[in-house]
């Protein structure tokens, strides 16, 4: 079957219940403030725990099913709007032939990471996304179905200079100085990098959509990292490409899908309002309402509390979120963490925040 094909055949999924999610991506309204957490799926949770007890990660990322099993977690626990499939921005990089290894206590790392230009050359420019991340288009089909209509379901991947920098660095960084001594001493390597990662990342959010995912998400984890001109060099061109080229082809196939786009780099935010995203999502270090101001109305937020306000007490976070939906308003605003859930989180307190939205949203949404 040609890729063309796969992108238009209908799969006869269950029909969407709770459409909130979408409706606020596309700025519509909505009755109450949709809500969901970065990693809700995640070791926070002991049904979690106990799934991925003594398993590899990326053999756990390689079965559809335990995929489909890890999404669908949270659901059971939280009136969550929308899930996000189980997977990992580094299936990216392995499927353009790089060993990524989960270590535990450290996080992933690349015993091999791209140390020279010539280093390129190790890479797979052209991927057979079918062939090497078939595996998570199989977790999309299996979980869209299995999630029965109740939310949407987000694909992602991570955005090409996040990817880069784990590719140079090995691993999390704090300083990312590996990756942006390329920046400056091969520029024209990593333009070249960021392109073939584009182009892969392109075709990967296709096989997602064509596989079932409703919105999609491109985690830009490490634009804080970059000073504004670097980000305008190598981080916005390529995050718009990717937009451009995907709703061009979705749209051929008469399909559009809310995309979305996170990051953590302020200077940029009137940019990417203005990139093809629909909706851009925030991390904490940025007042709700200077968002709305500086995005003016051209695209739907996301985001921001402070992850480590789920530490507070239940009637605090309460509070938190009254004066975060203040802030943002309550239209075209999708209310998120601004980072993802830490492990030693309470579930209930989790619980606590999705409840304080959807409470304090319905009362605001009422009184206007
Ligand atoms: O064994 C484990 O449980 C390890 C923890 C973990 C989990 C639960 C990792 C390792 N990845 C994931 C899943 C994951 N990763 C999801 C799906 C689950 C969900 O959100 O509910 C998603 C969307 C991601 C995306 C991801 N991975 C990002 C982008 C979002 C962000 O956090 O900025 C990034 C940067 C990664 C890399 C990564 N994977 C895992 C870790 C610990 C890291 C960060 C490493 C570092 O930079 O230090």
């Known amino acids: 079957m040609s890729k063309q094909e796969n992108l238009i055949l209908p799969k006869d999924f269950p029909q969407l219940k709770n ?26 949770l002991p049904e979690f725990r106990e799934s991925r007890a003594g398993k590899d990660f990326f053999e756990t990322c ?12 949270p659901l059971r626990r939280f009136p969550f709007d929308a899930a996000i499939i189980f997977s990992d921005i580094l299936v990216v990089p392995q499927a353009m032939g790089m060993d990524v290894q989960m270590v535990a206590g450290k996080g992933p790392t690349f015993p091999e990471p791209l140390k020279e230009p010539e280093d390129l050359q190790r890479l ?21 179905h299995k999630i029965e209509g ?24 704090n300083t990312h ?21 584009t182009d892969v990342i392109v075709e990967y959010l296709l096989g997602q959509v064509a596989a079932g995912a409703q919105a999609l998400q491109v985690f830009e984890s490490h634009a804080g990292i ?37 990051k953590d780099a302020h200077y940029a935010l009137e940019e ?54 203040e802030g943002f ?4 605003y999708i209310a998120n963490l601004g980072h993802g859930v830490y492990p030693d989180m309470e579930p209930e307190n989790i619980g606590a925040f999705v409840e304080a939205v959807h409470q304090h949203s319905k009362q605001m949404i009422k009184q206007i």
């Open 19 to 44: 459409d909130t999610f979408l409706r606020a991506a596309r700025g519509e309204e909505t009755e109450h403030v949709p809500v969901w957490c970065m990693r809700q799926a995640g070791r926070y």
């Open 62 to 73: 390689q079965s559809p099913e335990a995929c489909c099993e890890l999404t669908l977690q």
């Open 124 to 144: 797979q420019v052209k991927v057979d996304t079918d062939k090497e991340l078939g595996y998570v288009f199989r977790a999309i089909t299996l979980t869209r």
């Open 150 to 173: 109740k939310v949407p379901l987000i694909g992602f991947s991570g955005a090409p200079w996040t990817l880069m920098s784990y590719m140079i660095e090995g691993g999390g960084s």
């Open 177 to 197: 100085s590996k990756a942006k001594r390329w920046l400056y001493q091969h520029p024209e390597a990593s333009h070249m990098l960021l392109k073939m990662l």
């Open 226 to 262: 970059l000073g504004p001109a670097e980000f305008k060099d190598f981080s916005l061109p390529y995050l718009r490409d990717i937009a451009r080229r995907v709703k061009d082809k979705l749209k051929e196939a008469g399909q559009d899908v809310p995309m979305f786009c996170n």
């Open 272 to 325: 990417l309002s203005q990139s093809n995203y629909e909706v851009v999502g925030l991390d904490w270090t940025i007042d709700p309402l200077s968002a709305r101001e500086r995005t003016g109305g051209k695209v739907s937020l996301q985001g921001n509390m402070d992850p480590c306000a789920l530490y507070a007490p239940k009637e605090r976070i309460s509070d938190i979120v009254k004066k975060m939906l």
């Open 329 to 332: 308003g309550t239209r075209g």
